[in-house]
């Protein structure tokens, strides 16, 4: 397996692993409040759903789009979409954004569903609770599959990114069989961090072949880029904290 | 008549949706990324077509790092 094969199945099983997170905190706050049988219903056709998506746009993708135009223009979008969840990750480690707090919206849509009045019939669907199990995990699916499909049709290798998706699905959605309400303990941002690199990487690699540079090393040059990116990050966060702690001690005296 | 009229603005909708799906995605709250993204690309471009393909090579990663140092800072401004 070549290095770019082993951080494109990483990068998009990293990327699904969160938008899980976000999701079963949604699924856990219904089949807790309103049962769960609608919402594992709601939870299925919306990965059937997805699963058509990636099947329908996937091969067309590979097949009908010349791969020098598909990486100019998916490296554009992995390039922004990489950046805008590092900057997110970033805020959120300085102190300067609150981090995503999973027991809050737990609470949240407890409260929420709670309010939407009683369950219905044992044998009747829950209309509510397989509708926002649906757009629960079909929203933050919807991310997962345009990472897929961007990532995946790029390297020519849709099915190991399919394969990642689904094993991050299968993995999450065993620990949150488990811990049901404590995904709270997820590292969440380490993770987003970990996804904005790959993605950057990616995006920078794929646009800047598709524009004519001959990257040294060719794929090699995908981890070296994650390392750069990584460090930046890194000293980036160290000088927001420093900032910040400054700006309090200022403001103090 | 009627009919044709109701899917003329079945699908004016679903344009409309796609569009907006597509603006909050890529540009949303931080226009500042996709308007770097673009001048990543015109430069890389640039660079290529005068024959510094090997400059091209420290200069994309170079502007990358840029813009996200320069979005986070706008962001801590806006915290």
């Not at chain 1, 890194?234 to 403001?251: C, D, I, K, N, P």
């Amino acid at each position: 397996m070549s290095s770019a094969s082993i951080v494109l199945a990483v990068a998009v099983f990293l990327a699904s692993a969160v938008e899980m997170v976000e999701a079963l905190t949604i699924v856990a706050a219904v089949g807790v409040t309103r049962g769960w049988r609608s919402a594992l219903e709601g939870v299925g056709v919306a990965i059937v759903v997805l699963a058509v998506l990636v099947a329908a746009l996937g091969p067309a993708l590979v097949h009908f789009v010349p791969l020098g135009a598909l990486r100019i223009v998916i490296g554009a979008v992995l390039l922004v979409f990489g950046l805008q969840w590092l900057r997110k990750a970033v805020l959120r480690a300085s102190g300067y954004k609150a981090k995503h707090d999973e027991d809050a919206i737990f609470a949240k849509q407890v409260s929420l569903l709670s309010a939407e009045g009683p369950e219905p019939q044992r044998r009747a669907r829950d209309t509510t609770a397989f509708t926002v199990a649906f757009k629960g995990v079909f929203l933050e699916g919807l991310e997962v599959v345009i990472i897929v499909l961007t990532l995946g049709s790029t390297a020519h290798n849709l099915g190991l990114a399919a394969v990642a998706a689904g094993a991050a699905v299968v993995v999450v959605g065993g620990i949150g069989a488990v811990v049901a309400r404590q995904l709270a303990g997820v590292p969440e941002n380490a993770l987003k961090t970990a996804v904005g690199l790959m993605l950057v990487s990616f995006g920078t690699f794929w646009s800047g072949e598709g524009l004519g540079i001959h990257w040294p090393g060719s794929d090699l040059t995908i981890p070296v880029l994650v390392g750069l990116y990584g460090l930046a990050t890194w000293l980036l966060v160290a000088g927001l904290r420093r900032s910040r702690t400054r700006t309090a001690e200022a403001s103090l005296a | 008549m009627p009919e044709q009229a109701g899917d003329a603005s079945l699908v004016r909708r679903s344009l409309v949706a796609f569009g907006r799906f597509w603006w909050d995605f890529l540009v949303g709250d931080t226009p500042e990324l996709f308007v770097g993204m673009l001048v990543v690309v015109g430069v890389v471009v640039l660079l290529v077509h005068l024959g510094a393909r090997d400059a091209a090579i420290g200069v994309a990663p170079a502007l990358v790092i840029a813009l996200l140092v320069g979005s986070s800072l706008r962001g801590r401004q806006g915290a």
